[in-house]
């Protein structure tokens, strides 16, 4: 009995000194559930943090939406409530122009193209860019690539797209695009997708690997093609207030950690993406990766010329398109 107490006084004194010894505990958002790559990867950087600073910073991640949905939590990080958020560019597209390009149907090539692209000077003026929202960006993750599913055909071609209903969400960018592709949009919330292709309410949805599995999708809607339309990343974001309370050494050590968590977000999303492929393949859909992606990206001219209006977009669009 004696030992028992002994200990548990011991592990609630170690308990202690570790929290003592945080002296800045950042608070972390993201919406995704636990165990899911973009929340490890912000763990990781937790970690790195705490051993990098013997433990005098340290990461609290709230997962699940638990400080909110991602407008409230960009607004909270704005306003120093939530010091670290994992968010994808897209709700950033009304609020800082450069963001809406790594958005862009197309845009990137390939998953090695987005990484060249996004770790390199072109990515790092897009997340220069948020300073002048009260945000400091930090690094970006893999979301993968975004394809059409569909419970109707095999598509192999723009004229399979033709009349096709399929669920987008609510972003007039996601809908303009599959109107180019001669498809119909329709935006609709994400939990009301699978009863809505079982009943014939739309024909399909897109999205990537890990979404097309984990939801069920692939048991209504058995035909999967990779055209791989979009990659858009998300992006780790701190509030301005806290980093501007961090000494310039702290800010450095915090750039640095989270810079080395984007390599474990990564290896946890390949690794999550061909967990789902397996499952998905195991379940007899049928996947379509020998498509001609060339009508698909030059059918996107239309929506290049509505929404690359600024110079600096149409530069950022050209130089990554550049990018071998």
């Keep these: ?93 009304n609020i800082i122009p450069e963001t809406q390009v790594p958005s862009l149907p197309y845009i990137f090539r390939s998953v090695d193209h987005m990484h060249k692209v996004m770790d390199g000077e072109i990515g790092q003026q897009i997340l220069d860019a948020f300073s002048d929202h009260d945000l400091v960006a930090l690094t970006t993750y893999d979301a993968g690539a975004r394809s059409f599913y569909n419970s109707q055909k095999p598509i192999d071609s723009l004229d399979d797209l033709e ?51 984990s939801s069920g999708h692939f048991e209504v809607a058995g035909y999967y093609t990779l055209d791989q339309h979009l990659m858009v990343p998300e992006v780790l974001v701190m509030s301005k207030q806290t980093w501007d309370g961090l000494s310039e050494e702290d800010q450095a050590l915090v750039m640095e950690a989270a810079k080395e968590s984007t390599k474990v977000q990564r290896e946890l999303w390949a690794e999550r993406e061909a967990e ?16 001609d992606k060339t009508p698909f990206i030059e059918a996107m001219d239309p929506v290049y010329e509505k929404y690359v209006t600024d110079e600096t977009l149409k530069d950022l669009v050209a130089r990554i398109r550049a990018v071998e």
């Design 163 to 213: 009349g096709m209903k399929f669920r987008v969400m609510q972003s007039d960018l996601f809908v303009d695009m599959v109107g180019a592709l001669g498809a119909n949009a329709t935006p609709m919330p994400y939990g009301e997708v699978y009863s809505s292709i079982q009943t014939g309410v739309i024909d399909g949805a897109e999205n990537n690997w890990p979404s097309y599995e």
């Design 276 to 291: 789902s492929e397996e499952k998905v393949r195991a379940a007899g859909s049928e996947i379509i990766t020998d498509i």
């Design 1 to 93: 009995m004696l030992k028992t107490v002994t200990a548990a006084l011991l592990a609630s004194a170690a308990m202690a000194t570790a929290s003592f010894a945080c002296e800045i505990s950042l608070k972390a958002s993201d919406t995704h559930p636990d165990g899911y790559p973009t929340v490890e990867g912000v763990k990781a950087m937790g970690k790195m943090l705490e051993e990098k600073t013997d433990g005098r910073i340290c990461i609290e991640m709230f997962h699940s939406a638990q400080l909110g949905e991602e407008k409230d939590t960009i607004e909270q990080t704005q306003f120093g409530v939530i010091d670290l958020n994992r968010v994808s560019f897209g709700p950033f597209n």
